[in-house]
């Protein structure tokens, strides 16, 4: 069983930031990419960003520029700072791997952008 631990969320007003985070076993950490994916209610799952092993960085076009994701290696945690938050941005938010065997989940986390 593939564990994925997220934490960051919370209630941000527009135009604030947040930071989440996934810690990813360390084997499937140093080969795989890990993507960030969210869900706002009433709406499909979809892809936000996501980081190659390498470092190479992919973003959705809703959130270039706003949004970063970075690896530590050390810990073996991936992380997604989000700033210049958007109302449109609430959704709970995903880490996820995708394996040989299937796409693996964290448990989400609620981002919640309101004044």
């Known amino acids: 069983q593939v564990q994925l631990v997220e934490s960051g969320g919370g209630l941000v007003q527009p135009g604030g930031s947040l930071t989440l985070s996934c810690v990813v076993p360390g084997d499937i950490f140093s080969d795989y990419p890990v993507a960030w994916y969210r869900q706002s209610p009433g709406k499909a799952r979809v892809w936000v960003s996501m980081?190659?092993?390498?470092?190479?960085?992919k973003y959705a076009y809703a959130v270039e520029g706003r949004f970063t994701i970075t690896r530590d290696n050390f810990n073996n945690t991936v992380h997604l700072q989000m700033n210049a938050l958007k109302s449109e941005d609430t959704a709970v938010y995903y880490c996820?791997?995708?394996?040989?065997?299937?796409?693996?989940w964290g448990q989400g986390t609620q981002v919640t952008v309101s004044s």
């Open positions: 996820n791997v995708r394996l040989t065997g299937g796409d693996y």
């Open positions: 980081i190659f092993p390498s470092g190479t960085t």
